[in-house]
C-alpha cells in the first residue's frame, strides 16, 4: 500500500517539480529577506547576540510567551473541540451562520476588540449600564481587569474557528460506522471516543494545536492591549527594540530565538504526524451529519450554540449596537459620515475604497497561498521515502517544519526583511510591487493551508485513486474526479484561513512602505488615531463592516464545490 | 460538469481581482492622496508609481503654463499616518510648480525613521516628514538628510529650529499633557490636580492612564517632561515619582488609542479612569469632532507645572533624491503660510509659522502651557535606551 499511493503522485521526480517550486517560493520570499535582515542586525559583531542569550529577562519572557501560548492552546482545544464535533455531526437551522460568525474574530484588530469589551464589560459598558438599571446600582458592578485572564479569553475568542473548521472539518468527513462499530462491540461511549475516534482525529487535532500555540506564542495585540505592558512575549519586546531603539542586533536574537522554537515545536508535531495518518474512506458529509434526536444531543448542540453566542458573537455585537448609537439615540450617522471627506483631506478614503482594497489583496493572498501551498502538501504528504525514519524522512519533516516558520517569525523582523533586501538599487523598483502586500500575506497563509490539507492527503485511501486508474481514467482526470472532491473540503478551509489572515493583518501593510491603498483594518486604525466622537463611531462602523465583510466572504467561499462532489 | 464551469469561472474571477492589484486600477477620487488634483481625473493614472524611476505618471490636469522644466515629475514625500492635509492646499502646490505629489504612510513616526535609516542606500522618498524631536538626535547621526537653508526659516522662531545645519526644518509643534474628564470629576466631587506631586495622593489612585513609553510616543513625551520636572539627581528624581506613581496604581496601557478610547472615562469609549495622557489639543478635537454636539469640551488640560512636553515635528530632504530642486520647493510650501495655516484642523497641531491664522476651536479651547519641560534632542537620544529601561524596571516589572 506504501508503494502505490496516489497515482498522479506516484514518485517520479518529475511529480516533485511543484512542490519544489512551492519551496523554492519559501526560499526567495521568506529566507532571503530573513537572511538580509539577520545579515545587517550582526554585521557589527555578535555581542549583542551573546548579551540577549545571557540576560534573564529574555528567559522569562520566553517562559512566559511559551506558558500563555500552551494555556491558551489547551483552553481553546477544550471549548472548541466539542464544538467541532457538533458542527460535524449535527444538521441545526443557523449552522452555516453560525461558523462564519466564529471565524470574524480571527480578523479583528486588537484595539478594536479592546474597544469592544470596553462597550460591553467596560465601566459603562451595555452590561453595566443595564445591570445598573435594573438593580438600581450606583456604581458598575463588573470589571474585568486587564491581565493573563483576559489574554486567555481573548486568544479563546481569536482561536476558536481554527478547532471548528480544521478538526470539524476533518471529522465532518469521517465515517461514524467506525464508532458505531465499536459500540456494536460493547465498547463504551467514552472508550469508543477515546480509542477509535480521537486517535483518527488526532493529525487533525495535532496540526490545530500546533496552528494555535505558534499564533499565540507570537502574539503581539492581545498580550500588549488586553494583557498591560506588564506581560510581554518575545514579539513585543521585539517591537520595543526595533521602533523606539532601533536595536536590531537584540531584536534579531529575540526574533531567532522565537523562530528556533517554532521550528524545534513543528519538527515534533511533523515527527508524530507523519505517522499517526490512517488512510480511510471518506464520507460526504450529508451522510456524516444528521438532526440532534433527544433531549441529550439537543442538549449537547444548544450548550455549544450558546458558546459561540456568548463567548465570540455578545462582543461583536456590542460593537455593531455601539457604532448605531449616536449622540441622539439610535442612528446610521456614523456609517454616512464614512462617506463624507468631512475637513476635505487629501487622504480621505471611501469605505467602498478600503473595502474593496481589502478584498483585493485577501483574494490575492489566497489564490497565491493555495497555488503554492496545494503543491508543497502533496510534496509532505507523498515523501518519496521507503522508511520514514531514514534521512530522507528527516529532511521531509524538516521542509514540513520550515514551511510552518513564518508563521512563527516576527512580524516586524520580517517587514524590515523585507525593507532591507530590497534597498539595494537593483532591486528598489520591487518596493512598490503590488504583489508585495498579497506574498507577504501568503507566507503567514501557508501553514493554515498545509496543515489543513495534510491529514486529508495522508488520510486519502489510495484504493480510491487505484480503481480508477484500473478502470482506465487517466492520471489527470482521476485526480479531478476522484481526490479534488475528496480533498477539496480541506482546500476550502485553507482559503478560508488565507483569505482570512490577509482580511485582518495589518501589520505586514504598515511594515512595508506602500503608497496610500488603505485596507479597512488600516483605516480603522487611522481614524482610533484621533480624539473625538466623530473618529470613535466611524471606527466602530468600519469594524462592522469588516465584520459583515468578513462573515458574507466566508459563506460564499463554503458555497465553491468542486465537480461532482457533495461535502 | 455544470459545477465545474462554475468553479473555473470563480476561480477566474478570484484570479481577475487578485491581478487587479498588480495591474493599476483606476483610481477614485478617494485615494487621490497622490494627486489631489486628479479627483475628477480620467482613469489613466498609474497607481503606484516608483519613487526613484523617472515618474511616467502623466498630469491628469492642465499643469500651470508658466510652471518650469519641473512639471510633471513627481515628488514623493515619506511620513506617518497621522499626517494629513487638505486637497486644495496640495492642488495648490501642484498648480504652482506643475509637480504632482505622492505620499508613502509608513507606520508610526518612529517606524517611518527606522525605515527611511535601513533603506538610505536606495531611499524610498525625496522628503520625509514626520521626525519629531525626540528622534532628532537619531536622525542625524544617522546622516540621511541633505541640508536646505531655506528663506522661509527666516519667520519661524528660533526655539523650534533645532538643527542648526539645517537637514531637519520645524513646522509644525504640539504639547503632550494630561487631560482630564470634566463630568466624572465633577460628580466625584474632586478638582483637578494642580502639580504632578498631587497625582501621588490618595484621591488620585487609580484615576491616571498613560502609555507604556517604549511603546508610544505621548507615552515616551510624558517620560521625558518627568524626567526634566523631577531630574536626575537628588532626593527625589524621576525614579522616585514613577515608584509613587505605581504605588498609586497608575494604569498603563500600550498605545495612546487604548489610552484614550477605552480606558478614559472623557471619551466616546467611556472607560473607567478620568486622567489621560494625551494632547493639548485633544480638548479642542472633542468639540470640532462632536458634529456640532458640543460647544464646550467634555475635556479639559491638566497644565501643571513640568507636566507638558513640546514635540515640534520637522521636515527633511532624504540623500539619494533625484529631485533635490523639487523637494526644496515642497519644504519652502510647507513653511508657507498656505501649508501653515492648514496644519490645525488637518493634524491638531501648532503651525510653526507664528503669523499663520488658527482656526476659532483652537483659539478658543486649545491651551498652551507655559513652561514645556526643556530636554534637548541630544540629551534625549543620550538617555533614551537607559531611561526607557529603568523605567520598565520601575514601573512594569
Redesign the interface.
Same mark, same amino acid.
Given at each position: 500500500m506504501k508503494t502505490l499511493r496516489l497515482s498522479v503522485l506516484a514518485s517520479k521526480p518529475i511529480r516533485l517539480l511543484p512542490g519544489g517550486l512551492a519551496l523554492a517560493f519559501l526560499l526567495v520570499f521568506f529566507f532571503y529577506p530573513l537572511g538580509a535582515i539577520l545579515g545587517l542586525s550582526f554585521a557589527e559583531g555578535l555581542a549583542g547576540f551573546w548579551a540577549v542569550l545571557r540576560d534573564d529577562y529574555t528567559w522569562r519572557v520566553l517562559g512566559f510567551s511559551a506558558a500563555q501560548a500552551a494555556l491558551s492552546t489547551l483552553l481553546t482545544l477544550l471549548v472548541g473541540l466539542p464544538g467541532a464535533y457538533v458542527f460535524a455531526r449535527y444538521h441545526f437551522p443557523g449552522r452555516e451562520v453560525l461558523r462564519a460568525v466564529a471565524g470574524v474574530p480571527f480578523v479583528m484588530p486588537t484595539v478594536v476588540v479592546a474597544a469592544a469589551l470596553g462597550a460591553l464589560l467596560g465601566p459603562r459598558g451595555l452590561i453595566n449600564l443595564g445591570l445598573q438599571a435594573l438593580f438600581d446600582l450606583p456604581q458598575p458592578p463588573l470589571r474585568i481587569p486587564n491581565g493573563l485572564g483576559l489574554v486567555l479569553l481573548a486568544h479563546t475568542f481569536y482561536n476558536y474557528t481554527v478547532v471548528l473548521r480544521m478538526v470539524g472539518g476533518f471529522w465532518a468527513n469521517l465515517d461514524p460506522r467506525l464508532e458505531q462499530a465499536a459500540a456494536l462491540l460493547g465498547a463504551s461511549r467514552w472508550r469508543a471516543i477515546r480509542e477509535v475516534t480521537l486517535p483518527l482525529l488526532a493529525p487533525a487535532i495535532g496540526a490545530a494545536a500546533l496552528l494555535i500555540f505558534i499564533f499565540t506564542f507570537t502574539s503581539f495585540g492581545v498580550v500588549m492591549i488586553l494583557g498591560g505592558p506588564r506581560m510581554a512575549t518575545l514579539e513585543v519586546v521585539i517591537y520595543r527594540q526595533t521602533a523606539q531603539l532601533l536595536r536590531l542586533d537584540l531584536a534579531a536574537t529575540l526574533a531567532l530565538l522565537q523562530a528556533g522554537c517554532t521550528l524545534l515545536l513543528s519538527l515534533i508535531y511533523t515527527r508524530l504526524a507523519a505517522r499517526s495518518a490512517i488512510p480511510l474512506d471518506r464520507l460526504p458529509r450529508t451522510a456524516v451529519a444528521r438532526r440532534p434526536q433527544g433531549v441529550a444531543q439537543h442538549l449537547l448542540v444548544g450548550a455549544n450554540v450558546l458558546v459561540i453566542l456568548v463567548l465570540l458573537a455578545t462582543p461583536l455585537v456590542a460593537l455593531v449596537v455601539r457604532s448605531l448609537l449616536g449622540p441622539e439615540g439610535l442612528s446610521l450617522g456614523y456609517y454616512l459620515a464614512l462617506g463624507e471627506n468631512r475637513s476635505n483631506s487629501a487622504f480621505f478614503v471611501a469605505p467602498l475604497t478600503a473595502l474593496s482594497n481589502s478584498l483585493r489583496i485577501a483574494s490575492a493572498t489566497a489564490i497565491i497561498a493555495l497555488l503554492v501551498g496545494i503543491p508543497a502538501a502533496y510534496l509532505l504528504g507523498n515523501a518519496p521515502c521507503k522508511q520514514p525514519r531514514s534521512w530522507c524522512g528527516a529532511i521531509f519533516n524538516l521542509i514540513d517544519a520550515l514551511f510552518m516558520l513564518p508563521l512563527g517569525t516576527s512580524a516586524v523582523t520580517l517587514g524590515l526583511g523585507y525593507l532591507v533586501a530590497l534597498s539595494t538599487p537593483q532591486l528598489a523598483g520591487l518596493r512598490s510591487w503590488p504583489w508585495l502586500i498579497p506574498l507577504a500575506h501568503s507566507l503567514v497563509a501557508l501553514p493554515f493551508v498545509i496543515r489543513a490539507l495534510l491529514p486529508t492527503l495522508r488520510g486519502l485511501n489510495p484504493r480510491l485513486a487505484e480503481a480508477a486508474a484500473l478502470l482506465g481514467a487517466s492520471p489527470w482526470r482521476t485526480w479531478l474526479w476522484i481526490e479534488l472532491p475528496l480533498i477539496m473540503p480541506a482546500i476550502i478551509t485553507g482559503a478560508v484561513f488565507a483569505f482570512t489572515v490577509s482580511l485582518g493583518e495589518f501589520g505586514a501593510s504598515l511594515l512595508l512602505v506602500r503608497p496610500d491603498a488603505p485596507t479597512l483594518p488600516v483605516m480603522i486604525f487611522r481614524l482610533l488615531g484621533q480624539p473625538g466622537a466623530i473618529n470613535y463611531g466611524q471606527a466602530l462602523a468600519m469594524s462592522s463592516i469588516l465584520m459583515l465583510t468578513t462573515a458574507v466572504s466566508f459563506i460564499a467561499l463554503e458555497r465553491i464545490r468542486p465537480p461532482g462532489a457533495e461535502m | 460538469?455544470k459545477?465545474?464551469i462554475?468553479?473555473l469561472t470563480?476561480t477566474l474571477l478570484?484570479?481577475a481581482?487578485?491581478?487587479?492589484?498588480?495591474?493599476?486600477t483606476p483610481v477614485?477620487s478617494?485615494?487621490?492622496?497622490?494627486y489631489?488634483a486628479a479627483s475628477d481625473a480620467p482613469t489613466s493614472i498609474p497607481?503606484?508609481?516608483?519613487?526613484?524611476?523617472a515618474p511616467t505618471s502623466v498630469p491628469a490636469y492642465p499643469v500651470a503654463t508658466d510652471a518650469p522644466a519641473s512639471a510633471g515629475q513627481t515628488l514623493v514625500i515619506?511620513t506617518h499616518?497621522?499626517?494629513?492635509?487638505?486637497?486644495?492646499?496640495?492642488a495648490a502646490f501642484t498648480a504652482q510648480t506643475g509637480i504632482l505629489v505622492?505620499?508613502?504612510?509608513?507606520?508610526?513616526a518612529?517606524?517611518v525613521l &527606522?525605515?527611511a535609516?535601513?533603506?538610505? &542606500?536606495?531611499p524610498?522618498a525625496d522628503l520625509l516628514f514626520g521626525v519629531d524631536n525626540t528622534f532628532l538626535s537619531?536622525a542625524l547621526e544617522a546622516d540621511i538628510f541633505l541640508s536646505y537653508d531655506s528663506p522661509a526659516l527666516a519667520a519661524i522662531p528660533a526655539e523650534l529650529r533645532l538643527d542648526a545645519s539645517n537637514r531637519l526644518l520645524p513646522v509644525d509643534y504640539g504639547y503632550v499633557t494630561i487631560n482630564y474628564d470634566t463630568a466624572t470629576l465633577e460628580s466625584a466631587g474632586l478638582t483637578p490636580p494642580t502639580s504632578l506631586e498631587d497625582l501621588t495622593k490618595p484621591e488620585w489612585r487609580g484615576k491616571l492612564v498613560v502609555e507604556?513609553?517604549?511603546?508610544s510616543s505621548p507615552g515616551?513625551a510624558f517620560l521625558l517632561a518627568t524626567i526634566s520636572h523631577f531630574g536626575e539627581e537628588g532626593d527625589y528624581t524621576w525614579k522616585e515619582y514613577w515608584r509613587d506613581l505605581r504605588a498609586n496604581e497608575v494604569?498603563?496601557?500600550?498605545?495612546?488609542?487604548?489610552a484614550?478610547?477605552?480606558q478614559f472615562?472623557g471619551?466616546?469609549?467611556?472607560?473607567?479612569y478620568p486622567l489621560v495622557v494625551?494632547?493639548a489639543t485633544?480638548p479642542a478635537?472633542?468639540v470640532?469632532?462632536?458634529?456640532g454636539?458640543l460647544s464646550a469640551p467634555p475635556t479639559g488640560n491638566l497644565l501643571v507645572p513640568g507636566g507638558s512636553f513640546r514635540q515640534i515635528e520637522f521636515v527633511g530632504i532624504l540623500k539619494g533624491t533625484q529631485h533635490e530642486d523639487l523637494a526644496r520647493q515642497f519644504v519652502d510650501f510647507m513653511l508657507s503660510e498656505t501649508f501653515q495655516a492648514d496644519i490645525p484642523?488637518?493634524m491638531?497641531v501648532y503651525p510653526a509659522l507664528p503669523s499663520a491664522p488658527q482656526p476659532e476651536v483652537f483659539t478658543q479651547f486649545a491651551e498652551v502651557p507655559s513652561q514645556p519641560a526643556g530636554l534637548t534632542p541630544e540629551q534625549i537620544e543620550a538617555g533614551?535606551?537607559i531611561w526607557?529601561s529603568e523605567w520598565m524596571e520601575i514601573v512594569?516589572?
Open positions: - | 460538469m459545477r465545474l462554475a468553479l470563480l478570484l484570479t481581482c487578485g491581478q487587479s492589484a498588480a495591474t493599476p477614485p478617494a485615494t487621490a492622496a497622490a489631489p497607481a503606484y508609481p516608483v519613487a526613484t524611476d515619506m499616518d497621522s499626517f494629513s492635509v487638505s486637497e486644495e492646499v496640495l505622492q505620499v508613502l504612510k509608513a507606520g508610526d518612529g517606524t &527606522n525605515q535609516i535601513l533603506s538610505k &542606500n536606495a524610498l537619531r507604556d513609553p517604549s511603546t515616551l494604569f498603563v496601557s500600550s498605545g495612546w488609542s487604548d484614550y478610547y477605552t472615562s471619551s466616546s469609549g467611556a472607560g473607567a494625551s494632547y485633544s478635537a472633542e470640532y469632532f462632536s458634529e454636539a484642523l488637518q491638531f533614551r535606551e526607557l512594569l516589572r
